[in-house]
């Protein structure tokens, strides 16, 4: 994953590594830090809040904060605040920043078993809340987060576990855990990437975007691209501005107006990209392998 500070700093993790790093986007200063979990795993959520990192990891269950201003101190900085192994190890949808400030991640149950939760961190006093079993044995695929509330979607996805084509749910829930609404997607519309710009909620429903009124949930259009053998459609989704939503798609980055949904530009990737951060003077950031990568 990768997330950007808003202080020079681009944030990363790789597959396997277990490990963070930092990149200075003025003078390419690059640094590793060692192993970031004292429970072991990789990193899959980076929230840079103020002067300290929050991070979710796998397969313990972590989360840790760790304050890149103070010396490295394995347990300490970073320190471990909650681990919900063995009842959730996988943090698969990474993790967001609300608007309440606080970060919230979706997670996958414990190998062998089907289910998920979404788990808050109070950025405050760094207690971490869990809540659980709202929609049983289904684990949590992506999360994004609005103005007054987070969305989340579901997958018959498990670890160490067959995937089971069964019908899933994308749910509203607002910033104190309450459910406000959900709705069910039959097996045709396989939910993914998520966005959202101002109170519009765009979701990837199957090959195609729906686009919601994330306040009354109602449907306002759908979007569909043409797929070509360049590459997989619709990878991600990054919210680029208060008027621009990037499409992933075939290996094209997809510039499009919003409201309007127009594509007013294209760009070539070269990439399959599932996710991307926006830095100060706009430029997008992306891994492609294990290189850190600028969109032209």
């Given amino acids: 994953t990768v997330a950007y500070d808003g202080k020079d700093t681009i944030w990363g993790s790789s597959g396997l590594g277990q490990t963070i790093f930092s990149y200075n986007i003025n003078t390419g200063e690059y640094n590793n830090t060692l192993e970031v979990s004292t429970f072991g795993g990789e990193v899959y959520g980076i929230c840079p ?140 519309h396989k939910l993914g990437s998520m966005a959202i710009i101002d109170d519009l909620l765009f979701v990837k429903t199957g090959n195609e975007i729906t686009v919601f009124d994330a306040n009354s949930m109602n449907r306002i259009t ?23 939503l990037v499409v992933f798609h075939c290996r094209e980055a997809l510039f499009v107006k919003v409201p309007g949904f127009e594509i007013i530009k294209k760009v070539e990737t070269g990439s399959d990209i599932r996710y991307a951060i926006v830095g100060d003077k706009k430029q997008i950031y992306f891994a492609k392998g294990s290189l850190l990568c600028k969109l032209g």
Avoid at 222 to 244: F, I, K, S
């Fill in 49 to 188: 809040i103020e002067d300290r990192l929050y991070l979710t990891s796998y397969c313990g269950g972590d989360h840790t904060v760790y304050y890149p201003d103070r010396p490295w101190e394995q347990g300490i900085n970073p320190k471990s605040i909650e681990v919900l192994n063995p009842r959730y190890i996988r943090p698969h949808t990474r993790s967001v920043i609300g608007a309440d400030g606080n970060v919230w991640t979706g997670w996958m149950a414990n190998y062998g078993t089907y289910g998920g939760a979404i788990s808050k961190i109070d950025v405050k006093t760094d207690h971490v809340s869990v809540y659980e079993n709202i929609i049983p044995e289904q684990g949590i695929e992506s999360i994004v987060a609005g103005k007054n509330a987070v969305f989340f979607s579901t997958t018959g996805q498990g670890n160490g576990l067959p995937y089971r084509n069964i019908p899933v749910w994308l749910v509203k829930m607002d910033y104190e855990g309450n459910v406000l609404w959900k709705e069910e997607f039959d097996t045709e």
């Fill in 222 to 244: 759908v979007l569909n691209y043409q797929v070509t053998d360049n590459g997989p459609p619709l990878t991600g989704l990054l919210a680029y501005d208060h008027e621009t």
